[in-house]
């Protein structure tokens, strides 16, 4: 069975895998919905493709952005905190 800490652990992976991947890959679908729809424009004809495709690439990149960030944080943090708690850092009186 897998134990608290070792749980900790597949916290990042597990993260990466369910959230970031899955937004990466619909940021750049809607960044190629949107790059196609400007190219259509530019050369003079109708696009079939949504208005809104640029919008919802902004939002979804926000998204993207603000996960990666956290992934990076919980990445960062899982280390540091076990180091401490290890250490048991609150006891020790910085000199």
């Known amino acids: 069975m897998v134990d ?7 916290l990042h992976p597990l993260f990466a895998v369910a959230i970031v991947f899955p ?3 619909i940021v750049c679908y809607f960044a190629f919905q949107t790059q196609q729809r400007r190219k259509q424009q530019a050369a003079g ?10 919008t919802e690439h ?3 990149g926000r998204w993207l952005a603000g996960a990666v960030i956290s992934l990076a944080l919980i990445g960062i ?6 180091k401490i708690i290890e250490s048991q850092l609150w006891k020790s009186n910085p000199a």
């Open 4 to 10: 608290f800490a070792d749980a900790l652990r597949l």
């Open 45 to 54: 004809e109708k696009s079939k493709i949504s208005p809104t495709s640029g």
């Open 58 to 60: 902004v939002n979804f």
């Open 23 to 25: 937004l990466i890959g």
């Open 77 to 82: 943090g899982r280390p540091l905190i076990a």
